[in-house]
């Protein structure tokens, strides 16, 4: 079994040689370390893997032991994930079934190391792709009424089912601030443009409009401000003048699919660090 | 020797017959057809590419006949241009190199049929560049008092040499519209962002303020609104979190001065039509 | 409902005004035009659409028509396919399900003017995919001996069901030269990597041998040489000295399916023509 | 002033932490640190930069120290490189000059840390270039008779003037074995084609011929196998049945001269490692 340890602090002379010396003081062998220094903010990252099997120090007491000796030390924010337990995620759609698609045909194959108990929708459209991979499908209409209600009902859903994240896969709700504050940094969205560009509504419409000659799309965690999040992937695809906002759609399917999954595999393979609203996305 | 007609109008029946009726009728051998219909706009487009061997129009007719027959007809607007003559393009610059190398570069190996007689920048920074080139640099130092003047006598220095259209490598002043209105969709901006993201200055630390994964470069006609031109050509490149601003700056060159000479081969062949504040690019 | 002529021919002076004359004499209107000369072979290319809706031919005589007074004068070769009918179309697949689920999650949100009555496999792994899409599911285990007779029932089975094209999703057999003969350009195979490099098995595996910086992925039409037919699509990404076989194969997953299922539908959408082992696809 | 470290040896634990320890116990601040483990080869990879000023060994003996201390011990590859001097750089061309004016032009705007005192060509096709940029230009015209005379005349050039590494910036002459091994790792090609598809003569039309949809560059260094050296660097470009030999010529310039650039750039930075026939490059 491996441990994986997420961390950012302010530089500092010898962390490195500190760190991976307790690893290998511990009989700890390491697989993989990526590290990473903004000399702009003057912080530094680190994302280390290594193998429990001979380490001396015993899985429950690591983490303890990590913040007496080290995190207080250099003021370090971290997080020790170990292996052999899946995250929890939900995934949240509305009608289109290309994002869904691919995170369960994923997931149906084996690819990821995650559970996924449930399904949010604010549409019943959906259903038959949850019904044919076996998953509920819970449908919580939103009208302007309803919304805070509807939203602590889906709190409630989700936090008696544990779960750790949230993958937004082309939900066309807002998510009210009480439930990004539940889930910092834990609910990834797939936004259809090249962000900052065509913020909010219509991008594909926007983007005909503006005569760009390239698509993008972005995944972010969700933060207050809308598609202002901390950004983790994007991609881009060449349009021309041939293309009308329909088959930019048709086109950018592609591109948010991909996208979003590639943002889900970083998140569930723990290589994402968020400081002031960018992020540190190790390979 | 071939001729070119560029042409859009509104789209009706029977157009592409009638057009490429007149030309074999008359003997022409059509080398190159592109045409398109913005069935949003309603809008017919068409590039027309034909060897004037055996043609049996005089080519100095040409165009009137065209006018005659079928641009009222149709209510085209169109022009017609000839091989065997070299557009006249002027170079602006500031205190970068990149680009006007990469336009240089290609001038002197004779890739382009152009004639570049001058250079003009607000600096004198590069005029070894100029020099090695064989090319006359103007320096028309800017301040905010002599701004509207110096606008003028660029004017005449490129009336005197008869420009038909200029290109911006990294020009870091503001056009004047005066300037713009005397040369409609004939002068050539880069501007290094992937529009319409980070429009303005800096739009390097912009993007790695934003934290984005991919910046691009945008080539565009220069109109009024400042970086709101009509889009010829964009690319990106993928950056990471440790792409700091001077990375970015130097990753962006390489995009810029592509994404620049691009679209100066596309006007210069020919194959870029503008309709409202968008291109139609033909390849 | 609208027609779409496919046709090729050697080049002349006057095709584009005879054809498109044809259409705008009896009243057709067109809506999409795009042509092409090989000017190395000096053939002409076409694709034309236009509504039928006052079309003085009837539909039926459309293609005896065209024969008649134009085929025959230019020696072209021409197929005109009719809207509202839609193309049947066979998955083969073996193990893997990437591909397969992709297809069918765009068959199954309606993206593609298709029907799918069937799906062949040499092993049951992935009947659970076919049964949760409603396709029936037929298994042809093959081995040395039984490769012919297992061909030719697969054949019978395709012929039963009014097959008109294949798609192999990741199918993991050669396929025999009759079925190849009965279905000329009517076989999709996608190949894992960038061909013509690392032809045959284990792309990945090779192409992590040789130490390359970009994978890729191939579709093209099965021919009677391996990997060799006419490429429809390719694309690539970038790896690095990171990535070990089992993430090439993972990362080739994304680009395979995609670039699998833009060459089916460039196919459905009648956009292919093939001349000499190479393809004109246009957009 | 600063210190890179570039090596590499069998993985073993602790590595990381000696050598961290041993830049930090001597007051030594880190830069940048860069490893990989190899864990098919089970071979570690490593780039240190650290910082001088204050280190306690005198910049003399840290090499000595290094190899006693830890060099044996792990039975390291390492070299250490030291800021300050510019590694002089040798260009080979022939008749085409994109790669050499990118090259130069880099090297006019103070871009890269490096000396360029000379230019070899079997042409005197582009000494105007060199001589633009103030460059000696050396031409060795080579036939079947005089091959190794010249190669001799060649090393010897380049021996007089301390060169240190060699850009083939497109020089069509195959550089012989005892050069080679002069400059192991140290010459650095552009081959005008995505390797390994279409190692040689004429990529370009073999690529045409073919049909592919893509087509790439790749920079490498040489050995004595043709096109078969580690690659460093590659990138591509989408075609379509448009392009023509003399198209695809034109736009893999554009690649060719990029992809050569990017490769001399991370030679020069002391970013690439080579091990086995593949790099391992940092970025």
């Not at 929890?88 to 990821?112: P, Q, T």
């Not at 933060?223 to 999040?229: H, N, Q, S, V």
Request: glycine content about 4%; charged content about 25%.
């Amino acid at each position: 079994m491996t441990a994986t340890l997420l961390l950012h602090c302010p530089d500092r002379q010898g962390i490195i040689a500190d760190i991976t010396g307790f690893i290998s003081k511990n009989r700890g062998n390491i697989i993989n370390l990526a590290q990473f220094v903004d000399h702009v903010e003057n912080v530094f990252f680190m994302r280390l893997e290594w193998d429990l099997e001979n380490f001396l120090i015993p899985k429950e007491k690591i983490t303890d032991y990590f913040e007496t000796l080290y995190a207080k030390r250099y003021d370090m924010k971290f997080k020790i994930y170990f292996g052999g337990t899946k995250p929890r995620m939900a995934i949240f759609v509305s009608k289109m079934s290309h994002c869904i698609f691919d995170l369960l045909s994923r997931y149906s194959a084996g690819e990821w190391e995650v559970e996924i108990p449930l399904i949010v929708s604010n549409h019943p459209d959906l259903e038959h792709v949850a019904k044919m991979f076996g998953i509920p499908y819970h449908v919580f209409p939103i009208t302007k009424e309803n919304r805070d209600e509807q939203q602590r009902a889906m709190m409630k859903l989700l936090a008696d089912n544990d779960i750790d994240f949230i993958v937004l896969a082309r939900y066309m709700q807002i998510i009210g601030e009480e439930m990004i504050s539940a889930y910092p940094n834990r609910i990834i969205n797939i936004h259809h443009s090249f962000l900052p560009a065509f913020v909010g509504a219509k991008p594909y419409q926007a983007a005909f409009e503006r005569g760009v000659k390239i698509i993008g799309a972005t995944s972010h965690y969700v933060t207050a401000e809308l598609d202002a999040g901390p950004i983790i992937c994007q991609d881009v695809v060449s349009i021309t003048h041939k293309d009308m906002p329909q088959t930019l759609v048709n086109k950018g399917k592609d591109l948010e699919k991909i996208v979003l999954s590639r943002a889900v595999q970083k998140h569930i393979e723990h290589k994402i660090l968020v400081y002031k609203n960018k992020t540190v996305v190790f390979n």
